[in-house]
């Protein structure tokens, strides 16, 4: 049986304020121990609500696991405060063909229902004056990852963030990813996987773009 794949098309950058993640204006007013505290204590009352024994040893630690997992693990993302530093280097070599990374890990959470959405991101850009560190896509891509996301927002903000530091638009972004709201819950589609391209500048033009989709197409192979 072939994958199900679903093909997100958006590109020249479709830039509003829909691409931040919503946030309340005290988001973190509270400490992180102040939220591991208090999600403890309701995901202790929802575990029991569903009739699991706390008194057992093996889910008696289970609401502060939880707690710690969503404020320093799952979702760390959220918090400014723990967005990577993207350095920057002079494009000394003159370098000006596309440079892409490949097969970055996305490990994320569907905002609906919370479940996991795993996949890859391919990134390319077109170098100017600056290139970036390469393990700083990478970082780019954990950290907006790492919150409560759907997969069109994750696009455009690492597209976004890669234009602003490398002050170009020749930038192309690539997810393929499989939900987990789609494949353990609902019609529980287990072969189905979605696909986001977002893309500005040269990669509008379908022969770059078409480029970029060839180089990708070939590392799979």
Avoid: W
Avoid at 17 to 23: A, F, G
Wanted: net charge neutral; with cysteine.
């Amino acid at each position: 049986m072939k994958n199900k794949e679903q093909i997100i098309i958006e590109g020249d950058a479709h830039f509003s304020t829909s691409i931040k993640t919503p946030l309340r204006a005290d988001a973190f007013d509270k400490s992180d121990d102040e939220k591991i505290k208090n999600i403890q204590h309701h995901f202790k009352m929802i575990m029991e609500e569903i009739g699991l024994d706390l008194t057992d040893d093996s889910l008696s630690g289970t609401p502060y696991r939880f707690a710690k997992m969503y404020v320093k693990e799952l979702f760390y993302g959220l918090n400014p405060a723990n967005k990577p530093k993207l350095s920057v280097f002079e494009n000394k070599y003159n370098y000006k063909k596309m440079l892409v990374e490949q097969n970055i890990t996305i490990d994320s959470s569907c905002e609906h229902h919370f479940l996991p959405i795993v996949g890859h991101a391919n990134i390319a850009y077109i170098p100017k004056d600056k290139v970036i560190g390469l393990s700083k896509i990478n970082r780019l891509v954990d950290y907006y990852a790492h919150r409560p996301q759907v997969q069109e927002r994750l696009s455009l903000q690492i597209l976004k963030d890669l234009q602003e530091v490398l002050n170009t638009k020749d930038v192309i972004v690539m997810i393929t990813a499989k939900h987990l709201c789609v494949s353990s819950r609902g019609i529980k589609d287990k072969d189905s996987f979605t696909t986001t391209i977002e893309y500005d500048g040269c990669f509008a033009d379908t022969e770059k773009r078409n480029e970029f989709l060839k180089i990708i197409s070939n590392q799979k192979g």
